[in-house]
């Protein structure tokens, strides 16, 4: 296949200070701009029942205020700066940024350093937190999917926490107390439990000394427990239907999926973009969804059958989820839709897909890859989730396990993940049909 | 490498790195198109997008031409992709995935937008799929169909999303029937259901016109290439889009409310709307900041911390200054618990009030000015979004060396301007506001 991909301008430079934060630095040239990132081993994994979205709420709180930054002055201060700033929980993380005029990297450093240590979790704002936290949830109650995927999430998993998801139940959320979350901080937002992240038009060796007199004298934590339990195979097909009012019936079928670090999971990549196209690398899903030639594409949206139907697989440190998903029009029928998913799968499973289908999804992956080097808070997005997630890969050479992966790959790991008795099927049926 | 960056504030004696803009180059071609760019500053050129090419083709035509049939422009610009040139949806999706090429066509009020992002290698290629589709889509059939059932199920999710609908019905309220902007731009189910083939193919005939168009383009293709291009794959192409009459509104004399109710839903969605200022209007930057402090700097200016943070009763509220290029809209959105809806509102107003009264503080103002700034840079990243500001500058007429002037702008700006403008155009005892929450039965 005739393709030209530049590689990364410039080497990534990983360290790792002696409180044992990890640090990696990708130099860029052009616009004068940086994308700093610290990614906290911590999420919706290292929750028990009794504190589900404690992760999430101690995300927020982080926003809250430290004694030299009160509430409200990280933000304020970022954007006075020209920059933007967020922070996100997932079931394996927790990561905030700033991607910010490069002159103003120190803002950066000093915000992440301080309140890795200095949060002050103050009762008030814990107290207020809970409201906003309980009405973010509420919010994502407004959309039926929500209920869909948090079932089909629960019934996938009996024993890993992957099953709780991240935003927590509303009884957690109504009991948590400022000690947990504070517990919580202590014990997962430490210098050991985490990886910083730059990627911009910087000087390598001055942003290294920069971050290790921000961080270098922060304490590390001295135990960070470990998430134990491993989810057994499943032992046959699990579903679920949810019943709420709701303007389309929709469809979510899951498969465990081997983690991260597992040698099949460029092959799992490609076999999503066959189902429904390449999806972005970049930080947000900038930069579009590729795949109006992809089989889901064809077969449902195309005939008409649904007004969406897609598939997805993401990388994570224990074994989570390969989804597919659908959104039926009125007049499709679900055992119908579902028996010709059925025939889909099967078709992957029994037959190799053929060159030049093959070459299309690794091209469409190849160009999501080069879309997402335009941005350095995409490439520190990239950095910093597979430093989480799969610390052992290296990646910037992701893109070459992708374009190795032939036609035989395709077809093995379709036979061996996407198997009837692996899977978790969910509807989500109108309750208006019911009546 | 060091920069000689000064600290973000508000005076600037030095320009730094940070300060080099680019300018725009524009080239009209014979039949009215425009060819536009950034000339990259070379100092801050940024390498690793030449992989990349962005062409971004803007009609001057939209949903305000739909007439008696709403959704019919969204309906024409969502066929263009299904079929062109004599090649059918399937064969376009297969080439353009080859490459890892994406192609989409969006339609606003008074633009319909096609862009294209490729490798640089494919532009060419993938540019002439944008112009097959724009000049000669096929509307098969049974597409015609399927967009239809598309349609039909997007309206379904908008009746029963709370956000969506608050906006709706505020918008209905601020535009009188028989005012282009009245209805939706997505139709309703009686309008989408009845639009047939003719009808797209009559609206493609005469909205669908070069004159006045604009290609900006950004990545790794230069200026004169485009235009090449341009004039090779489009030159021959002519006609005039029609002219489009967009009458301003007033403001009820006082404020208007409406409550409705959806079944199984937890949270309320309240939009509240005022007609306002298009984007030529001179109070339009003072009227930015002062929208920029009362309801989006940091975590959502002053409404997201008086509703969301000191008050804890929303996940969100805040505001957006909707300066088109005709007209405009001011809008003030929040998510809150049913039973905090009333408070919500006066509070909201209360922030405005406030603010309309004793203006922006010395800090807010120097946050705000600084934050527009400063960012500057990080809005040309990336090939799509130079090529967006390239147009933008050339759509509302903002000349050529805007980007090298709009920092005098903003520092030209008082404070007394900003609480000027805030009390002639946001007037909160005429404002619209529409609710909708959980049916509590």
Not at chain 1, 47 to 73: C, D, N, Q, R, Y
Not at chain 1, 334 to 346: G, I, K, M, T
Not at chain 1, 415 to 425: A, E, S
Request: charged share 20%; proline share 6%; with cysteine.
């Amino acid at each position: 296949m005739n393709v030209d991909i530049a590689p990364p301008s410039t080497p990534l430079i990983r360290k790792t200070l002696d409180n044992g934060l990890t640090v990696l630095l990708r130099p860029t040239p052009g616009a004068p701009i940086a994308s700093f990132w610290v990614w906290y081993r911590v999420g919706g994994r290292n929750e028990v029942p009794g504190i589900t979205g404690i992760s999430h709420w101690t995300e927020h709180m982080l926003f809250k205020g430290t004694e030299s930054l009160p509430a409200g002055e990280i933000f304020r201060r970022v954007s006075a700066a020209g920059g933007t700033l967020n922070g996100f929980t997932w079931i394996d993380y927790t990561t905030y940024f700033e991607t910010l005029p490069i002159d103003q990297l120190d803002l950066a450093l000093e915000i992440e350093s301080d309140r890795m240590i200095n949060a002050r979790f103050d009762p008030d704002e814990v107290a207020s937190e809970r409201t906003v936290i309980i009405s973010e949830r509420q919010g994502n109650e407004n959309q039926p999917t929500f209920f869909l995927r948090e079932e089909v999430n629960a019934a996938s998993f009996h024993a890993h926490p992957y099953g709780q998801g991240v935003i927590g139940h509303i009884s957690d959320l109504q009991e948590i107390t400022r000690e947990d979350l504070y517990r919580h901080y202590q014990t997962y937002y430490r210098p050991n439990n985490a990886i910083a992240v730059l990627a911009g038009n910087f000087d390598p060796d001055d942003a290294f000394e920069r971050i290790q007199q921000r961080f270098g004298s922060i304490e590390p934590s001295p135990h960070v427990p470990s998430v134990r339990t491993v989810e057994p195979e499943p032992q046959g097909e699990r579903r679920v239907t949810i019943n709420r009012p709701a303007p389309n019936r929709v469809m979510m079928m899951t498969f465990l999926a081997p983690a991260a670090s597992h040698p099949d999971v460029a092959a799992l990549t490609v076999l999503d973009t066959i189902m429904s196209g390449g999806k972005p690398f970049s930080f947000s899903g900038a930069g579009g969804t590729i795949g109006r030639s992809s089989r889901f594409y064809r077969r449902f949206v195309s005939t008409g059958l649904a007004a969406g139907a897609g598939s997805s697989f993401s990388l994570s440190i224990d074994p989570y989820l390969f989804t597919i998903s659908a959104t039926l029009n009125p007049d499709t029928d679900p055992e119908e839709f579902e028996s010709q998913l059925d025939e889909e799968l099967e078709r992957l499973r029994e037959q190799p897909c053929g060159d030049a289908e093959l070459n299309r999804a690794i091209r469409q992956l190849q160009a999501q890859w080069a879309y997402a080097q335009e941005s350095v808070t995409s490439q520190a997005y990239w950095l910093g989730t597979l430093a989480v997630v799969a610390p052992e890969r290296n990646p910037d050479t992701f893109i070459d396990e992708i374009e190795a992966v032939t036609a035989q790959d395709v077809q093995r790991v379709a036979q061996t993940y996407l198997t009837p008795d692996r899977r978790t099927v969910g509807w989500l049926i109108p309750s208006q049909d019911n009546s | 490498m060091k920069y000689e960056g000064t600290p973000m504030t508000t005076e600037h004696d030095t320009p730094s790195v940070s300060e080099a803009m680019p300018l725009v180059r524009e080239t009209r071609i014979d039949n009215g198109m425009r060819v536009v760019s950034l000339v990259p500053d070379k100092r801050t050129a940024n390498k690793s997008a030449s992989d990349v090419a962005v062409f971004q083709l803007r009609l001057m035509a939209g949903s305000a031409l739909d007439g008696d049939m709403p959704g019919l422009g969204r309906f024409t610009t969502l066929m263009l992709s299904r079929g062109s040139a004599g090649k059918n949806l399937e064969t376009i999706a297969e080439e353009l995935d080859s490459l890892g090429a994406t192609l989409g066509f969006g339609c606003g009020r008074l633009t319909i937008d096609g862009t294209t992002k490729s490798l640089a290698a494919d532009a060419e290629v993938v540019l002439g799929y944008l112009v097959d589709a724009l000049r000669k889509p096929d509307f098969p059939q049974d597409q015609v169909e399927i967009i239809r059932a598309q349609m039909l199920s997007g309206l379904r999710q908008a009746e029963n999303s709370t956000r969506a609908l608050a906006n709706r019905t505020m918008r209905e309220m601020v535009y009188p029937e028989g005012h282009p902007f009245h209805n939706r731009a997505s139709g309703t189910v009686e309008s989408v259901s009845a639009i047939d083939r003719s009808d797209l193919i009559a609206f493609h005939e005469r909205a669908f016109q070069p004159d006045n168009a604009i290609v900006a383009v950004a990545g790794g293709i230069d200026h004169d290439a485009a235009v090449a291009l341009v004039e090779q794959h489009l030159g021959d192409w002519t006609g005039t889009p029609p002219e489009i009459d967009i009458q301003t509104v007033d403001p009820p004399a006082e404020l208007r409310r409406h409550d409705d109710t959806l079944p199984g839903k937890t949270q309320a969605d309240l939009a509240m709307g005022l007609p306002s200022i298009n984007r030529e209007h001179p109070d339009y930057y003072a009227l930015s900041v002062a929208n920029l402090i009362i309801g989006r700097f940091g975590l959502y200016g002053r409404l997201g911390e008086s509703v969301r943070e000191r008050q804890g009763m929303a996940y969100y509220a805040y505001s957006q200054l909707q300066a088109g290029k005709r007209v405009g809209l001011w809008v003030v959105n929040a998510g809150v618990a049913p039973e905090n809806v009333d408070r919500a509102i006066d509070s909201i107003i209360a922030e405005v009030n406030g603010f309309n009264e004793g203006g922006p503080t010395e800090r807010e103002y120097a946050d705000a000015t600084g934050s527009i700034l400063g960012s500057l840079p990080l809005g040309l990243e990336t090939s799509g979004s130079q090529a967006a500001t390239a147009g933008d500058i050339v759509f509302h007429n903002l000349g050529h060396d805007y980007l090298q002037r709009y920092r005098d702008i903003i520092r030209s700006l008082t404070p007394e301007q900003i609480t000027d403008a805030a009390r002639r155009h946001l007037d909160t005892s005429r404002l619209t506001v529409a609710v909708v929450g959980p049916d509590r039965e």
